[in-house]
């Protein structure tokens, strides 16, 4: 058979061979259709994520939220209106003259650093767990794997609601009720890795050296973990904000100073007839960075996995 190299010289003029594109990973050429599909289903999500963080750190510097001003006059005006001092409501008022967009964009602020305080914490408590169980194993694997077990048979935001009910409404009890219903995810991540990594040759030849658990730990197995869970981390980012928005919505989580997307959504439930944007525009506003976090982290997992990379 002939060489598809050589066949490509053959078909151009003489002394001036053709290039043949080199394929992605999936065996297609670089340009094509699927390999811009792939490029889009990352890039737009992280932008929307970004334009999301850039909202919540800049926006409530240059939009103040007075979460106790009043203003009759200014009551359920719709998206678009005058306020009496001049200015513009973008999104309209709610049921006390406030603007919308100021609250939109301080909840963003408190969102994020819920869901990413949240992570972090449920994060590092479930990895070094899973990492434990999973090396060292035995009675430790066994009890700590069975209390994850037992956790995450029950409905996790049943169980935020009574952990959040027991704690009190603040924003540092909304991060430890969160983190306490997340932690099982990581920990199962991290040990099913841990054991996969464990038993591999490098990490037999590390300990035939002389190497002790920690040297073992650090140079073999944290390398191989960190990957999966900076990815389950992306996947759950978009559980955790909803399920503090829901807590917001129940008044159990942030307080009723602190502006979130699920208290503004509550104020609103009371005025969908009359004024529907108070609880619409925050709960569109959520559906969209929820869905974008989850497609990033669909598209992070697949570029993760070589049997899905390469499909």
Partial sequence: MTDPASASVALGAPGQPVEVEKPDDGGQPVGTPRRRRRRLRLWIPLGVIAAYVVAGVIGPILARYDPIATSVTDRLLPPGSRLSDGSLALLGTDQVGRDLLPQIMQGARVS??????????????????????????????????????????????????FVAAVLGSSVTNVVLTLSITTWPIFARVARAQTLATRSRDFANAARTLGAGAWHVVRHCVLPAVVSPLLVIATVQLGFVIVAEASLSFLSLGIPPGTPSWGTTIANGRDYLASAWWIATIPGLVLAVFVVCVGVLGDELRDRSDPNLATR
């Fill in 112 to 161: 994020i650093l819920v869901g990413a305080a949240t992570l972090l914490l449920a994060g590092l408590v479930g990895a070094a767990i899973g990492i434990i169980c999973g090396y060292l194993g035995g009675i430790v694997d066994a009890i700590l794997m069975r209390l994850a077990d037992i956790q995450l048979a029950f409905p996790s935001i049943l169980l935020a609601v």
